[in-house]
């Protein structure tokens, strides 16, 4: 009998104190709502910018003419840049709704912010090797050093590449608040019934 009355009353106050938490954190949740949204809309703004460098990348002199299209790498940056721009649109608007988050829209969140972190990631990544590749030469394949002939290309391939870098940041943060949003979900184990039963045991080794 005590310990169903204890059970109740540890009820009663956890309720409490969820609905004095949701209450209290209501604010808290739209300010996140809005960091959520700007940090969605940044990266969108700095892909578009590398877009726009890479896109205009292009020389010509005496030695030849060198386009980013000429290369895989710069091609699938471009394309990453673009995707990705896209996204942090749709996403922040999604984002900027006050609507309740739901189980769903938190893993589809979470899953597809993995997703746009490691394109962009490849995308620099990739492209940083071919810039290095472009600036040091590779004598074992009696590849010359590029960017002796063409710095002005290697200059703006080594601007948008650094700007996409930039983009790899907000996503990382993004992926760790879209990380937080679905696992405080998932309640924790409970303990009150163990503490109880535990509690019962006790009672009948102290009474026998």
């Known amino acids: 009998m ?3 009355k204890r059970g109740s009353t ?13 209450e209290a954190g209501s604010g808290g949740t739209s300010g996140m709502r809005t960091v959520e949204t700007l940090l ?3 990266p969108m703004g700095l892909c578009i910018v590398a877009l726009l460098v890479m896109l205009k990348n292009v020389q010509t002199n005496e030695f030849g003419s060198l386009s980013y299209s000429n290369l895989g790498a710069f091609r699938y940056l471009v394309h990453a840049n673009g995707v990705c721009a896209g996204y942090s649109l749709l996403t922040a608007v999604v984002a900027g709704m006050p609507r309740r988050s739901t189980m769903s829209r938190a893993w589809t ?16 990544a990739v492209s940083t090797e071919v810039v290095y590749l472009a600036y040091k030469g590779d004598q074992a394949v009696t590849w010359s050093e590029a960017c002796d002939s063409f710095g002005g290309f290697c200059r703006r391939a080594v601007a948008s590449i650094a ?8 996503y990382a943060a993004l992926s760790l608040i ?3 949003r679905l696992f405080s979900k998932y309640d924790a184990p ?6 109880s039963t535990k509690g019962i045991e006790n009672d009948a080794v102290f009474h026998n």
Do not use: K, N, W
């Open 10 to 22: 540890m009820e009663i106050m956890g309720s409490a104190t969820r609905d004095g938490g949701e």
């Open 163 to 170: 700007i996409t870098f930039a983009v790899v940041l907000c």
């Open 190 to 195: 409970p303990v009150h019934a163990h503490s």
């Open 109 to 124: 969140f979470f899953l597809l912010d993995q997703f746009l972190t490691y394109i962009i990631l490849g995308a620099g």
């Open 40 to 42: 969605r809309l940044l």
């Open 178 to 180: 879209s990380s937080y």
């Open 2 to 4: 005590m310990a169903d």
